[in-house]
């Protein structure tokens, strides 16, 4: 994902390090220069916000710590992803679970609650994609 100047500077005084291609600067003046394709980009920012203290209350939430082995203490959070080590977690306001380039997309964990079609594929994804 190609962003513009103006986003890396942004992140980069927030502390935030971002790994580029060293061919990506002229990405980068690209898209500040077009501002078509700066709007057809996803955008970092369309990650829900989300409280690490209340997702661990959550049942399901601390099971995947468990299954993954992993505690709530080595769990980092940056721009509303979560890193758990072995992939990184984000929610979106979707209706599905995806898992590409080791990030996790599901809905908040209290569309879960209802649904116990998302649960198996929480279930099933973290087996096939993540533990395998």
């Given at each position: 994902?190609?962003?513009?100047?103006?986003?890396?500077?942004?992140?980069?005084?927030?502390?935030?390090?971002?790994?580029?291609?060293?061919?990506s600067?002229?990405?980068?003046?690209?898209?500040?220069?077009?501002?078509?394709?700066?709007?057809?980009?996803?955008?970092?920012?369309?990650?829900?916000?989300?409280?690490?203290?209340?997702?661990?209350?959550?049942?399901?939430?601390?099971?995947?710590?468990?299954?993954?082995?992993?505690?709530?203490?080595?769990?980092?959070?940056?721009?509303?992803?979560?890193?758990?080590?072995?992939?990184?977690?984000?929610?979106?306001?979707?209706?599905?679970?995806?898992?590409?380039?080791s990030?996790?997309?599901?809905?908040?964990?209290?569309?879960?609650?209802?649904?116990?079609?998302?649960?198996?594929?929480?279930?099933q994804?973290?087996?096939?994609?993540?533990?395998?």
């Open positions: 994902m190609a962003i513009t100047q103006q986003q890396f500077n942004h992140l980069k005084e927030m502390g935030v390090n971002v790994w580029q291609q060293r061919n600067e002229h990405a980068i003046e690209h898209s500040a220069e077009n501002p078509e394709t700066k709007n057809t980009e996803p955008s970092v920012s369309t990650s829900l916000a989300f409280d690490l203290n209340q997702l661990t209350q959550q049942q399901l939430f601390v099971d995947v710590l468990q299954c993954i082995d992993i505690s709530i203490g080595e769990i980092t959070t940056e721009n509303n992803i979560m890193n758990l080590g072995l992939f990184n977690w984000q929610f979106k306001e979707t209706d599905s679970i995806t898992f590409s380039k990030i996790l997309t599901t809905p908040m964990l209290t569309a879960f609650e209802s649904n116990s079609q998302l649960k198996k594929d929480l279930w994804i973290i087996q096939q994609k993540v533990l395998a």
